[in-house]
């Protein structure tokens, strides 16, 4: 190894011509290499290659991510996984993720899966986790999408440009206080961009049941700890957008707490209130749970000024009176529905359970021009 | 009597129902500017023409509801007043506040 490094005599006089060369030509000399040079250099390549492969883990998204029951399964698996590996990997591995398949995305479940790269962001060693070009999105829509909602931002990336007209987003927004002003934003955003949310009243109710949701995630979300998780106290993300396909707009607050369940079990009601609940809520499972808590017919505060907050978030759909409000929360997923008089309502228990709790408001909108 | 611009002196975003929740929030503002009103006994107008947020049911049971049980309902109107004009937010900031007072007081 020693007899095949050049002298220092004769690596200065390399540097000497290359840096003469520069200066005439303005670009480095081809150097032509023989072919034992060339072996040895692809041989290098490729043992880098192999080393760099090995410190790290890909984890590949599904083609579709979203929550609806056909897809929810394979999108909670991925993030489960993800999940795993953050947290008992050896620490000198790096951890990408693969967003090249994808062909579809509800934003609604981008929250998901935005919040878990703000985690792995917040538990992985710098440079452990980072955005690799080759795993990025190769449907052009999806990367529109990506961008235009700020997903990168969770990466630190801030270039992404979006061209997609169609489709208007309010970008990701993520605190971990009760900080409404993104809510005022997220108004606005509705009103100047798409004309919508005109009446007084409506606003009061938009207001009022994104405001409770955000404050319920700080306040309750995280009571307790998670065993085996590193979550971020008092966080949420709130994102919407309108889909001109459906002609509907979609909102929603996310939570990786502890969910419903616990969070009424773990609740600081009065004795009273808290006994005749918590026979409800134990026998439950979680849709039912969902639905109790949004029925009103779980008394978890004897208190007169306390429990108008869940409220909210129906009245909203009543007052408006052609959308739905979906709330997922572990294996739980109540939704409501309302178009015009007609009132449904929906509770599906699935087996695969997600961290925390995701309101999802989507409202069908008439809109001018 | 104080006049008072909620939004310039207090915050254009009414937050949630208490501090350790997030800023501005309905027990800060009944701790910081309502306590002193009625232990002065000077009435406050205040005006919320300047808000870009409207004011939520957390908010409005912990400053203000809050106060009609301390000091009773009668005291809260004669300390708390709205300024008598058309703008929307505060005719509607009055109807809370009744709604919110009666509220809290109702056995």
């Known amino acids: ?369 | 009597m104080r006049k008072y611009n909620f939004a310039r002196e207090y915050s254009p975003y009414p937050g949630p129902r208490t501090e350790n929740i997030g800023p501005f929030s309905g027990a800060r503002f009944k701790k910081e500017v309502l306590d002193p009103q009625f232990a002065s006994n000077v009435p406050i107008e205040i005006d919320v023409s300047g808000i870009r947020l409207s004011f939520g049911p957390s908010f409005m049971s912990e400053a203000f509801g809050k106060c009609a049980e301390q000091y009773t309902k009668k005291r809260l109107f004669e300390i708390v007043r709205v300024p008598e004009n058309d703008d929307p937010r505060n005719k509607r900031f009055k109807e809370l506040l009744k709604e919110y007072a009666d509220r809290a007081t109702k056995k």
């Open chain 1, 1 to 369: 190894m020693k007899k095949n490094r050049p002298s220092k005599a004769t690596a200065h006089r390399f540097y000497r011509f290359k840096k003469s060369f520069y200066r005439k030509f303005g670009r480095k000399p081809f150097v032509t290499l023989n072919k034992k040079m060339r072996k040895e250099r692809k041989q290098k390549k490729r043992s880098i290659k192999k080393r760099r492969d090995h410190d790290r883990i890909v984890v590949k998204l599904p083609e579709i991510i979203s929550l609806e029951v056909s897809s929810r399964s394979m999108f909670l698996q991925e993030i489960n996984k993800i999940h795993k590996i953050a947290y008992t990997t050896n620490s000198a591995k790096s951890l990408s993720i693969d967003h090249s398949q994808i062909r579809h995305i509800d934003p609604e479940a981008l929250l998901i899966l935005a919040s878990e790269i703000k985690r792995l962001s917040n538990v992985l060693p710098v440079g452990k986790f980072k955005y690799s070009k080759k795993y990025a999105p190769r449907d052009e829509h999806i990367k529109d999408l990506l961008g235009s909602i700020g997903y990168w931002n969770h990466f630190n990336i801030t270039t992404a440009k979006h061209t997609d007209l169609t489709k208007e987003y309010f970008q990701i927004h993520h605190d971990t206080k009760s900080v409404f002003q993104a809510v005022a934003d997220m108004r606005d955003f509705f009103e100047d961009k798409l004309s919508f949310l005109p009446s007084g009243d409506l606003t009061e109710t938009f207001d009022n049941a994104l405001t409770e949701a955000i404050a319920n995630a700080v306040e309750h979300a995280y009571k307790g700890s998670i065993s085996g998780s590193n979550t971020i106290p008092g966080a949420w993300w709130i994102a919407g957008h309108f889909d001109p396909g459906s002609n509907e707009l979609v909102f929603g607050c996310y939570d990786h707490g502890i969910g419903i369940r616990e969070s009424l079990l773990m609740h600081e009601g009065d004795r009273i209130a808290r006994w005749s609940h918590l026979t409800k809520v134990r026998v439950k499972k979680d849709a039912e749970v969902i639905k109790l808590l949004l029925s009103q017919k779980l008394k978890t505060n004897n208190k007169r000024d306390r429990g108008y907050g869940t409220q909210q978030f129906i009245k909203l759909i009543d007052n408006y009176g052609h959308g739905s409000l979906d709330v997922y929360s572990k294996s739980g997923h109540y939704r409501i529905s309302k178009d015009g008089l007609q009132k449904k309502d929906i509770i599906r228990n699935h087996n695969e359970a997600m961290d925390g709790t995701l309101i999802v408001w989507k409202m069908k909108v008439e809109r001018e021009g």
